[in-house]
C-alpha cells in the first residue's frame, strides 16, 4: 500500500509564500508520484529512461515543473532537488537539503504528510519557512499498466483501490473510514 495525497489548492500554497522570494522544492519519486498519475491523468512512470528512481518519476516532476511556472508567474524563483525518499532520509540527504535550504526564504516539499514532517524536522531552527504542497488523505492499491506508446507506465482508475483517512476523528488513533473508493 502506498500513502495517497493530493495537492493543495493553489491559492492555499501561494498563501502560505506571502512575502517568498526565492523558494526550493523537494520532490518526493515515490506514493507522491503514483497519486498524482490517479489524480490528475499523467504518465507515472517512464520505462525507457533508466536513469534511476528519481529520474523516472514523470507524474510527480510534470507537477514540480507545473508548480515552479507558477511560481515564476508569482515573482518567486525556484531551485529543485528530488529526494528518494523524505519519509526515509539518509544522512547525506540531510546534509543536501540543509545546504540548498541556506539560499531560499521556503521550503516546499512536494510529497505526502509524512515526507513533510521528514523535511520539517531536519530543517528545525535553519530558519527557513517550510511549506507543504500535497497532504495525505489516504492509502493505496493500485494496478499500474503501461500505455500504448511503451514508453510510460500508468495507473489504472477503474482497477484503483483507496482507503480514505477517516474525517470523523483526529488525533492519535484515528483511523481509516473503511470505504474504499
Ligand atoms: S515521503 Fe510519503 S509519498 Fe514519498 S515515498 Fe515516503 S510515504 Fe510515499
Redesign the pocket.
Known amino acids: 500500500m ?2 495517497y ?1 493530493q495537492m493543495l489548492a493553489d491559492e492555499k500554497i501561494m498563501k502560505s509564500l506571502e512575502g517568498v522570494k526565492k523558494a526550493l522544492v523537494l520532490t ?1 519519486p ?3 508520484c503514483e497519486s498524482l498519475s490517479y489524480d490528475k491523468g499523467l504518465p507515472n512512470r517512464s520505462l525507457n529512461d533508466g536513469k534511476g528512481f528519481e529520474n523516472i518519476a514523470v507524474a510527480v516532476h510534470k507537477e514540480r515543473d507545473r508548480i515552479k511556472d507558477f511560481f515564476s508567474r508569482a515573482g518567486i524563483k525556484t531551485n529543485t532537488m528530488t529526494v528518494a ?4 532520509l539518509v544522512e547525506t540527504d540531510c546534509r543536501q537539503i540543509v545546504k540548498m535550504a541556506e539560499d531560499v526564504d521556503a521550503v516546499c516539499v512536494l ?2 504528510t ?2 513533510f514532517l ?1 523535511i520539517r524536522d531536519i530543517l528545525a531552527g535553519c530558519g527557513v519557512k517550510i511549506a507543504p504542497l500535497m497532504r495525505s488523505v489516504g492509502t493505496f492499491v493500485f494496478h499500474i499498466g503501461i500505455d500504448d506508446s511503451g514508453n510510460y507506465t500508468f495507473v489504472e482508475r477503474e482497477n484503483a483501490r483507496i482507503l480514505r483517512f477517516s474525517t470523523r476523528e483526529s488525533g492519535r488513533g484515528a483511523g481509516f473510514q473503511g470505504n474504499a473508493d
Not at 525518499?85 to 526515509?88: A, H, N, S
Open positions: 502506498g500513502v495525497c518526493c515515490g506514493c507522491a525518499f523524505p519519509c526515509e510529497a505526502c509524512g515526507g521528514g
